[in-house]
């Protein structure tokens, strides 16, 4: 793999990536990681974009429920 040193970052930056980073619970290094491949990706990857996105949140709120499910359930309360 490879590796990339980053010289003179605003301090500004900095602190919003380490903030970031934190509201995700992640490392400063895996944060700037997921923004570094998911802006590196070729233009036109909805599919990837989609399955990144869809994983990231069920990492933040884990898995959702089954939406047929709670419509049964909202129609079976009436």
């Given at each position: 793999m490879a590796t990339l040193t980053?010289?003179?970052?605003?301090d500004a930056a900095y602190a919003r990536l380490r903030a970031q980073a934190q509201a995700n619970k992640?490392?400063?290094?895996?944060?700037?990681?997921m923004?570094?491949?998911?802006?590196?990706?070729?233009a036109?990857?909805?599919?990837?974009?989609?399955m990144a996105f869809n994983a990231e949140m069920t990492l933040k709120h884990g898995l959702l429920p089954d939406s047929?499910?709670?419509?049964?359930?909202?129609?079976?309360d009436k």
């Open positions: 980053i010289r003179r970052l605003d992640r490392s400063l290094e895996a944060e700037a990681r923004i570094l491949e998911n802006e590196a990706r070729p036109g990857d909805v599919v990837g974009d989609l047929l499910d709670l419509i049964r359930a909202q129609r079976d």
